[in-house]
């Protein structure tokens, strides 16, 4: 029911900023909010962000509170993820995921393609 489409990624230094995009199209049930997880290289997945598109909350990994910042443009379908102040430690496949509130990514229905982010020394 619903299509996720995420872009931004890229190379960066340390302490440099990037802003993730992933566009929406289809319906999505009641409740559902849109978030993203990110894979590092053999690991697993790991919840990043989420916001409720009632507008009413956010949500963040612990690690990147301060730095991270998940908004959304209602008019154009857009969740957004603002990366400034990027670590080594950030480098990853970052996904777009719609879906009820979890932190678990079997828990979500619908994912991106994902796109690759890696933070220089």
């Known amino acids: 029911q619903v299509q996720l489409v995420e872009s931004g990624g890229g190379l960066v230094q340390a302490g440099g900023s990037l802003r993730l995009s992933c566009a929406a199209s289809g319906r999505t049930a009641s409740g559902y909010v849109l978030g993203w997880f990110r894979q590092a290289p053999g690991k697993e997945h790991k919840f990043v962000a989420a916001?409720?598109?009632?507008?009413?909350?956010?949500y963040y990994l612990e690690s990147v509170k301060g730095r991270f910042t998940i908004s959304r443009d209602d008019a154009k379908n857009t969740v957004y993820l603002q990366m400034n102040s990027l670590k080594p430690e950030d480098t990853a496949v970052y996904y777009c995921v719609a879906g009820p509130f979890a932190t678990r990514p079997n828990d979500y229905p619908y994912w991106g393609q994902g796109t690759q982010v890696t933070v220089s020394s």
């Open positions: 916001i409720n598109w009632s507008g009413n909350g956010t």
